[in-house]
């Protein structure tokens, strides 16, 4: 291992918590083609049991580091041509442990157009500005007499160019600006101020028509919000030291540098160039460093909240494979339906008209009524777009009329949330030619109830709409985060190879879009696998791609029982020493975990599979092919309680949690109006992360604090009662039903009809200026 890699080793292990042999070893196994979700499942012994979490940042700050290596190693060349390289700036170029103090080194030495100062210097005006700084006693303008030339006119001139030579230097010196940064980083301001003639256009940002805060401490939805209104040019944003305060202490530090000590003629001139270095250049550097870092963190922490919350939506409970009827509302277009078998494949589609203007409700419970019996549907998803309340109504009053004694569909509201990207997507277009596109989404809604993760996948992940300003960030770096998420959610509940759409398999480890649409036509043209043997036979699939997808795809019904359960077959041998252990047949053994007792793990390890695969498979024998995602429980919201105008304040409801983020989380009471329970409503102690407390789909019980129907904005809380001020009885409980199990979670988007997150945004800014976050 070369002293580079070593290095990096060694810093990645202290970011991580873990030991520099653990990054090597995984470094090794990434560099050879392995995939993270496949590192940490099935290469345990190697890395030492390092999570997906630690693998993930482990992966990210390679890639980094490596850059910086690849950088430091350009400068010292760069420098090494140009004769310059001395063992002092050798050793400072290798200390550099970040890009911005690499580059602040090789200022001074990188190519540059012409500059002022090499004009200066051309001018023969260098030796005047060494001469200011060796007399201090003596007046500049006296010195400067002794440098007029034919190029320089007159000592204002003369004085100016050295000026200009000093100005550079300074702006180039490593040890100066690395202090002013770490000064501009405890003490800057960021301050917004409206642009006149502005104030109308920009409403929706009057919060930061004057604002002014620390830039250390801003939350990144606030820099977000103001960065936003920046660039459609609503404010101007500043980024600069308190002027009475820390301004001169800025400009003190650039007279440090320059040795500035006493009164005499000199050093009052250099005390006016280091004020001018100040204003002119450094300030304006300073503004554009932090403004960067500011973006970027800001970017980082809104990819994470998105990531987060995409997460916790894809690994929702799925309801199962159960019939389903998908029910996209809609008023004057109709309400789309279609009919899903329990393997999601399309058996009917319909377009009701139950509202405004045909108002054809017989017809509609009809349609309904004979597709229920013709499918026997067991589930009823209902999108949570315009008309969804009414469209559950129709529905429960569909249900009532069936006959005594006949099984019931329960009816469920599902997120809508990127059903119409989907249905206008290519993919959609192929896997149903011949359907209209509003009827795709009702498709899309009925398999989304049966199983979100392989719905979803389907569509962007930006699509989905639970991020924070999404469309502000880094398109590149929140693409990346996205497709981990997705590819770690998929690997950790696994895939049924026979029933897989491409689209889902293309996200299982080692497997890629051209390879899942291999499998998928060798499959539609052999039949289905009888094993995961058979993926050999796959156009594409060669021994890499089999070591690295075939743990994660299932197999039920197969030839080989440990097909069915995440057992790499690489560890077959191992499973099946365990079975014979015991006794006893393979299938009177997966699933009985009474049959696996007893047995000492250490005794199945051999020179291959260590004690952390030996754990795994007894762990699989005893449950195979578990499902990581929890029970499928949803809320059931109230009933007359459809609208933003039928709420009170004191009223107890349930709801979904759709998204969360630094501020608080947003949860989805049934009145087409995401509320908003700010973060320090969400426990009755202080919470600093709402990821403590809630996550994208959980079902809680919220208390209505504020409505404000003009604008929109619905103030919950999840605190008890009384420490609003309220004693229980004073509560309204709604009229509803039961929690029962039938609802995964729901989100909005901005283009969706819900107005999820956006209404309550501004709410939840103006509380974060007031200190409550």
């Given at each position: 291992m070369t002293q580079t890699a070593e290095r990096i080793a060694r810093i990645i292990a202290t970011e991580i918590n873990a030991r520099p042999d653990q990054v090597s070893a995984t470094v090794q196994l990434l560099d050879g083609g392995a995939t993270v979700p496949f590192v940490a499942r099935y290469r345990k012994e190697a890395t030492g049991g390092l999570d997906d979490t630690q693998l993930r940042t482990l992966a990210d700050r390679l890639g980094y580091l490596r850059e910086l290596e690849a950088r430091r190693a350009v400068i010292l060349g760069s420098i090494k041509e140009q004769g310059k390289l001395t063992e002092a700036l050798e050793r400072s170029i290798a200390g550099a442990d970040t890009k911005a103090a690499l580059e602040d080194i090789y200022l001074p030495f990188k190519p540059k157009r012409r500059t002022k100062a090499m004009i200066a210097r051309e001018n023969g005006l260098e030796p005047l500005l060494r001469a200011i700084l060796e007399d201090r006693a003596a007046r500049p303008e006296d010195l400067a007499a002794g440098y007029l030339s034919e190029a320089v006119a007159d000592a204002k001139a003369a004085l100016e160019g050295a000026r200009d030579i000093l100005v550079e230097e300074l702006s180039e010196n490593a040890d100066l600006l690395?202090?002013?940064?770490?000064?501009?980083?405890?003490?800057?301001?960021?301050?917004?101020?409206?642009?006149?003639?502005?104030?109308?256009?920009?409403?929706?940002?009057?919060?930061?028509?004057?604002?002014?805060?620390?830039?250390?401490?801003?939350?990144?939805?606030?820099?977000?919000a103001i960065l936003r209104a920046a660039k459609e040019e609503i404010v101007t944003v500043d980024i600069a030291p308190d002027p009475e305060t820390d301004a001169p202490r800025a400009i003190a530090m650039i007279e440090a540098a320059i040795g500035i000590a006493g009164n005499a003629p000199g050093d009052q001139w250099l005390r006016e160039v280091a004020g001018w270095t100040w204003r002119v250049k450094l300030s304006l550097t300073m503004y554009v460093d932090l403004m960067g870092t500011l973006r970027k963190r800001a970017h980082e922490e809104a990819i994470t909240v998105f990531a987060r919350n995409l997460r916790d939506l894809l690994l929702a409970a799925p309801a199962g494979p159960r019939p389903t009827l998908g029910l996209d509302p809609g008023i004057r277009t109709g309400v789309k339906a279609a009919v899903v078998d329990a393997t999601g494949k399309l058996l009917e589609t319909a377009t009701l008209y139950p509202f405004q203007p045909r108002m054809d409700v017989a017809g509609a419970q009809a349609v309904i009524t004979a597709m229920i019996a013709r499918h026997g549907v067991e589930l009823i998803a209902i999108g949570n777009g315009t008309a969804s309340r009414e469209t559950e109504r129709l529905v429960a009053d569909t249900l009532k009329q069936l006959p005594?004694?006949?099984?019931?569909?329960?009816?469920?509201?599902?997120?809508?949330?990127?059903?119409?990207?989907?249905?206008?997507?290519?993919?959609?277009?192929?896997?149903f030619p011949d359907l209209d596109v509003s009827?795709?989404?009702?498709?899309?809604?009925?398999?989304?109830?049966?199983?979100?993760?392989?719905?979803?996948v389907k569509i962007t992940p930006q699509s989905i709409g639970v991020g924070q300003y999404q469309h502000d960030v880094d398109q590149r770096r929140l693409t990346q985060a996205l497709d981990a998420v997705v590819e770690d959610a998929v690997n950790a509940v696994g895939v049924d190879l026979n029933m897989a759409s491409a689209p889902l398999l293309a996200r299982v480890a080692g497997v890629g879009p051209s390879l899942a649409q291999s499998i998928v036509a060798h499959r539609d043209a052999q039949g289905r696998f009888e094993s995961r043997k058979a993926l050999l036979k796959v156009s594409g699939m060669g021994p890499k791609a089999f070591e690295q997808c075939a743990g994660f795809l299932r197999l039920r019904d197969g030839s080989e029982p440990l097909d069915a359960t995440s057992v790499h077959p690489e560890a077959y041998d191992v499973a099946r020493r365990i079975v014979q252990a015991c006794g006893r047949d393979i299938r009177a053994i997966m699933g009985a975990p009474e049959a696996l007792r007893g047995l000492n793990a250490a005794d199945f390890v051999d020179d291959r599979f260590g004690l952390p695969t030996v754990r795994d498979i007894l762990g699989e024998l005893e449950k195979p092919g578990r499902d990581p995602r929890p029970d499928f429980v949803t809320a059931r919201f109230a009933e007359g309680i459809d609208d933003i105008k039928d709420l009170r304040p004191g009223m107890s409801l349930e709801g979904t949690v759709t998204n969360v983020a630094a501020f608080g989380a947003f949860v989805d009471i049934g009145v087409h109006q995401d509320g908003l329970v700010h973060v320090s409503q969400l426990a009755d102690r202080f919470v600093k992360d709402p990821h403590e407390v809630v996550k994208a789909g959980d079902v809680v019980r919220v208390r209505v604090v504020e409505v404000d129907v003009a604008r929109k904005r619905i103030g919950l809380s999840m605190r008890k009662a009384k420490s609003e001020g309220q004693t229980p009885s004073q509560e309204k409980k709604p009229t509803g039903r039961r929690p029962h199990k039938?609802?995964?979670?729901?989100?909005?988007?901005?283009?969706?009809?819900?107005?999820?997150?956006?209404?309550?945004?501004?709410?939840?800014?103006?509380n974060a200026m007031r200190g409550k976050t």
């Open positions: 690395g202090r002013l940064r770490s000064f501009m980083q405890e003490t800057a301001l960021i301050t917004a101020r409206v642009q006149p003639g502005k104030e109308e256009a920009g409403v929706k940002f009057s919060d930061y028509f004057d604002h002014r805060e620390k830039w250390a401490s801003i939350p990144s939805h606030r820099a977000l005594k004694g006949s099984a019931r569909p329960a009816s469920v509201i599902v997120s809508e949330a990127g059903a119409s990207v989907y249905s206008a997507s290519e993919l959609a277009a192929e896997e009827l795709r989404g009702a498709v899309s809604i009925a398999r989304r109830l049966q199983d979100p993760l392989a719905e979803l039938s609802q995964p979670p729901k989100t909005s988007t901005k283009s969706e009809p819900r107005e999820s997150a956006q209404g309550a945004l501004g709410e939840a800014l103006r």
